[in-house]
């Protein structure tokens, strides 16, 4: 599995709408301004996770989250791989061929969740759902098309920070390739160490 493969399947969605609430539209109760702050209102963030391309091809890891800049993708079932970023770069490695490839987080679509600063009101909005307690959110940068599209998705809860719940995302890079990321077992706000967002670098094959 190559870093093209892997990026276009974590940095992009599939029918977020049908993953996450439906196509029918009902009223939007809830305001981008309380999306940012739920999103400012989290810190740090763990979770298992299920990510799927549009082939239907699924594979699971565990993440860990610390605002700002900092991700973690731990994957699963036999997948020697890794996806991390540091706070500046976003890194993937492939360990069974030895190779990494880097880019700024401001690059990709994962910016808007890593912000320090979530500023939704120009890049967002929301997005019709058949569930009211569901709640889409759809971020771009008009100005920058080419780092891709973000869909949020979170269900009100009132124990989750801000009361909305992030149970995942969609996203589409900039070749308009799509995955979906599906979060369980969340856990808001707890320690996470800054090793986490560390990396043993790969050894070249010959």
Known sequence: MNF???????????????AFGGTAAVAQTTSLGQVQSALSATQSLTASFVQTDTRNRSVRGTLQLKRPGKIRFEYGGGANMLMVANGRNLTFIDYDVGQKSSWPITKSPLAVLLSPNPDLGRIAKLLPTSDPRVVLVRARDSRRPEFGTLILAFVKSPSAPGGLLLEGWTAIDAQNKRTTVKLANQRFNVAVPESAFTYVEPKKRK
């Open 4 to 18: 093209a493969t892997v990026s276009a399947r974590l940095l992009a969605p599939v029918a977020a709408l049908a």
